[in-house]
């Protein structure tokens, strides 16, 4: 509690007032009542009452524990902690310069040396975190290529929260090297063409590279590259097949152990699945090329020996409650679900109230029909960390938000309730859940914010579902913020609070922060947590789509991926239109992934039980959705089954599963069979039903024998990405560090204020009190002396 600039440590004591007063009072009317001689007057017992009560009151005062903080600079220790980087990767920089810096260190401020020994892999995160304690001096030498165990962002956020600095050198390559690594599915089906891909990763001058590919002992390309990656499609037969890429460079290139790499890639039999009904669709062309398709026209009541069941524009009339609760059983026991739209299904079939309506994750929508009210809490960042430059234009990540914020505001209905709530390590409501029409001089509020402090997510999610929690109608926040929170944990926490409650998050992600893929990583959670979506700066204009006013002259057919992040979505290229859809609406569950231009859901997904359903609200390319059915936008329809089929060997009665490897690291064997697995020098423990899991560690890299099947071990991932990491530059000054320069002096200055601290300082300040009413206790007494000598006199 404050008393004018002092703080008062026991603000309860101030309640004795009250019965000292009391007490007070009637001492004093009783003492000059019985007192007959002398004459005193009312105003002479009101000046002693006020005078004695002064006194006391600033006797309690001081018993409270009056204090006067003072904010004073000190020294903080001057302890460099010298971490080095003395994994494989680093055989490619000279550091001699670095430890005469550190030994030049030594001499003029205490120094800490830390050599972090690794060999085939970086832990740089786990080793730091052993080590870090707070409001520490940390120079950290490195790559930046961390690729075991704890994410260095992680590190350097926890570092700033506990006010140590993490401070770095750019170092450079002084040996050239080149590594080849193939990518691409490692599990698909037969006679499909798939695309894999060959990246060649060059450090410094390594000269021109001749690149050598085998597949299943026949050269499919031996030529020099001049660009860093080559793309082949292939199809296959089922059963394994084998890749090999191996490079040649004719300058130097430093590890030979990165120069050759293996892939093995297993073609399994097409799954089965239920098309119902049957006769001559075009979605059917595609289904065949991927599925081993089973056409029925009508519902059976078994359907479990099928991985996926797909219903085309079926009405309720073909649907019987018992193909409900058959399928219900299907779904839930871990199969897949896809129920297209058309002409006779949704609201022109029956769905409505129905039992299989349940089973879906949106429902019907008639027309004429709404969701409500719609309540928005716009939740935006403004902790230090987006105060960083960003981008070409170099502009304040927090700028970059502020007028991102702004441009969600005009896009939003303005018949929508929303507020707008800032954060850093606290959570502040800058504008109350009211309709946005009614709201003046928010946008200059949200001009006037500043960065400062830390990042804590949770709490600005927090308080934003605790203020949906009050609304009634649809619910949504609109996350803006970099990611980099102190703890992504509770982030997650605060996400699933909000899906429990039917409030889905969409996050936009800003700032320097999303460099590294950790930060965007967290972003990308928080709204698949809560059946959102995560946007980047450039395709915000879906949230317009998704919360907008209807607009006139907009192209409502064209479609629109809302969610980029999920499987189906991932990379799609969707270049389609559609003429036509069924009225529905996703869901506070469900996942709204593609709709058109003016938000009518197309495709909506959502998990039931151990299993998934998916509703594609328009038709099969019969009518309206033709497009669909071409070129990349194809993918859209063989990826939804997919999704709905998960593991397509889930239904075999025996399957072996071993992952290619790396030389050195363990190696999972997953096996499913009807008997105990009996392997030598294997342990096998069972996982569930007749699943088995064992391990084993290679130790020689290229094709090797397990169980009888090929699986590729390639060299340690120390040697894949080489180089120094530019983002890593990015991450260090996020968190509040340096790129230092290589000056011993500088350092230490720069060290010296870093080491600054801001110390507060509590003085107690009871003295004055006591003193000001002793004052007061003599002023009266000497008042009254000087009184009773002139009444003497008289």
């Known amino acids: 509690m404050q008393l004018f600039r002092y703080t008062l440590e026991r603000p309860e004591m101030l309640w004795l007032v009250i019965p000292i007063a009391i007490v007070l009072f009637l001492l004093i009317n009783k003492t000059f009542v019985r007192d007959e001689k002398k004459k005193d007057t009312k105003v002479t017992r009101l000046m002693m009452f006020l005078s004695r009560m002064m006194v006391l009151l600033l006797l309690v005062i001081a018993l409270s ?73 940390i120079i950290l030498v490195t790559d930046g290529r961390n690729n075991k165990g704890t994410e260095l962002s992680e590190v350097v956020t926890f570092a700033s929260s506990i006010n140590s600095s993490i401070n770095t050198f750019e170092i450079n390559e002084v040996k050239d090297d080149a590594s080849v690594v193939i990518k691409g599915p490692s599990r698909i089906v037969p006679e499909f063409p798939q695309d894999y891909k060959v990246v060649i990763n060059k450090v410094g001058d390594v000269g021109e590279v001749r690149l050598k590919v085998v597949l299943d002992n026949a050269t499919i390309y031996d030529d020099f590259v001049e660009k860093d990656e080559v793309v082949f ?76 069941v797909i219903l085309d524009d079926r009405s309720i009339a073909d649907i019987t409650d018992n193909n409900v609760n058959a399928l219900i059983d299907y779904v839930s026991n871990g199969d897949g679900l896809v129920v297209i739209g058309g002409k006779n299904s949704f609201e022109r079939g029956g769905y409505d109230k129905s039992l299989f309506e349940n089973l879906l994750p949106v429902y019907v929508g008639e027309a004429g029909k709404k969701e409500g009210t719609l309540n928005i809490e716009v939740v935006m960042d403004i902790s230090a960390s987006t105060g960083g430059l960003v981008g070409e234009d170099r502009d304040k990540g927090i700028d970059i938000e502020k007028a991102i914020t702004a441009s969600v505001l005009d896009d939003l209905r303005k018949d929508a309730n929303v507020g707008v709530v800032v954060f850093n390590q606290n959570a502040y409501e800058l504008s109350k859940l009211t309709p946005l029409y009614s709201k003046r001089g928010l946008k200059d509020d949200l001009m006037m914010v500043q960065d400062s402090g830390g990042t804590n997510i949770y709490v600005g999610l927090k308080k934003a579902i605790d203020e949906l929690e009050k609304s009634i109608g649809t619910k949504v926040i609109i996350l803006i913020s970099d990611g980099a929170t102190s703890d992504p944990q509770l982030a997650f926490r605060a996400a699933s609070k909000a899906s429990e409650k039917g409030i889905k998050i969409y996050t936009v992600g800003v700032g320097n922060a999303l460099k590294d893929s950790h930060y ?104 309206w959705a033709g497009e669909l059915l071409k070129g990349e936008s194809s993918k859209l329809i063989s990826r939804v089954v997919n999704w709905a089929i998960g593991n397509p060997e889930k239904k075999n009665e025996f399957f072996l599963n071993v992952p290619d490897g790396r030389i050195g690291e363990e190696s999972e064997i ?6 105990i697995p009996v392997y030598e020098g294997l342990e096998f423990y069972k996982e569930k039903g007749n699943v088995y899991k064992s391990s084993f560690i290679p130790n020689k890299t290229g094709f090797v024998d397990v169980l009888g099947q090929p699986v590729a071990v390639n060299y340690p991932v120390e040697y894949q990405d080489l180089g120094y990491d530019e983002n890593f530059k990015d991450l260090i ?53 000087i009184s009773e000598i002139q009444r003497r006199k008289v």
């Open 65 to 137: 524990s009056p204090t006067i903080k003072r904010t004073e600079q000190e020294q903080g220790d001057l302890t460099i902690k010298f971490f080095i980087d003395n994994s494989t990767s680093m055989e490619l920089f000279d550091l001699s310069e670095i430890i005469e810096l550190e030994e030049g260190l030594s001499k003029k401020v205490p120094v800490d040396l830390v050599v972090i020994n690794s060999r085939d892999y970086t832990r740089l995160g786990d080793e730091l975190l052993k080590r870090i304690k707070p409001n520490q001096n």
């Open 670 to 675: 997953i096996i499913k069979t009807n008997q």
């Open 520 to 623: 965007e990583e967290i972003m990308k959670r928080i709204a698949e947590l809560a059946n959102g979506a995560y946007f980047r700066p450039d395709n915000k204009e879906k949230i317009r789509i998704l919360f907008g006013d209807k607009e006139e002259g907009v192209e409502t057919d064209k479609l629109v991926v809302i969610n980029e992040e999920h499987f189906i979505t991932k990379s799609l290229d969707l270049d389609a239109s559609v003429s036509g859809y069924n009225k529905v609406v996703p869901r506070s569950t469900a996942n709204l992934l593609v709709s058109n231009g003016q938000a009518d859901p197309i495709l909506t997904v959502w998990r039931f039980g151990l299993g998934k359903v998916a509703a594609l609200s328009t038709d099969d390319g019969r009518f």
């Open 733 to 785: 000054r996020l968190a509040g560090g340096d790129v230092l320069e290589k000056d011993i002096n500088i350092i230490v200055n720069t060290i010296k204020n870093r080491s600054r601290r801001e110390v507060i300082k509590s003085s107690n300040e009871a003295w004055v009190f006591v003193s000001f009413a002793l004052l007061l206790l003599f002023l009266e007494f000497a008042a009254r002396r």
């Open 233 to 308: 499609s292939k199809s296959f037969s089922e059963g394994k097949h084998a890749f090999k890429a191996q490079i040649t460079a004719s300058g130097n290139d430093y590890f030979d152990e990165n120069n050759v790499f293996y892939k093995t890639v297993n073609v399994i039999p097409k799954p089965r699945i239920l098309f119902v009904p049957e006769g001559n669709y075009p979605i059917l062309k595609i289904l065949h090329e991927l599925y081993e398709v089973k056409e029925s026209p009508t519902l059976p009541r078994n359907v479990s020996s099928y991985y996926a």
